[in-house]
């Protein structure tokens, strides 16, 4: 079993700013990736911010110059820095780590519950 504990959610102002965490526990034998996805209402679940054990980073186009994603490797957490928040932000953002498994060694997926991130204009 796995568990993400996703926290840092919240309503923010327009032009603020939030800070995600998400920190990943259980049967984990390494962590190969962790990162944010959001899904606004309507809207399909989109590509935030990922990083790799190598801290290789990927964004969506959408927040690029604004978001910061982050680990620390001995707390199997991932930190999600989000300056210049506007309206269209607004969404539940979900957790996703990578990992391979100590039961059988695959690599698997795990998403977190979500948390919800509001911007008011």
């Known amino acids: 079993q796995v568990q993400l504990v996703e926290s840092g959610g919240g309503l923010v102002q327009a032009g603020g700013s939030l800070r995600l965490s998400c920190a990943a526990s259980?049967?984990?034998?390494?962590?190969?990736?962790m990162g944010w996805y959001r899904q606004a209402p309507g809207k399909q679940r989109e590509l935030v911010a990922t990083?790799?054990?190598?801290?290789?980073?990927n964004y969506g186009d959408s927040v690029k110059g604004r978001f910061t994603v982050s680990r620390d490797n001995a707390k199997n957490t991932v930190l999600l820095q989000m300056n210049s928040l506007q309206p269209e932000d607004t969404a539940v953002y979900y957790c996703?780590?990578?990992?391979?498994?100590?039961?059988?060694?695959?690599?698997?997926?795990?998403w977190g519950q979500g948390t919800q991130v509001t911007v008011s204009s």
């Open positions: 996703k780590v990578e990992y391979f498994s100590t039961i059988d060694y695959y690599l698997r997926d795990y």
């Open positions: 259980g049967s984990i034998f390494s962590i190969n990736a």
């Open positions: 990083i790799t054990s190598g801290d290789t980073t």
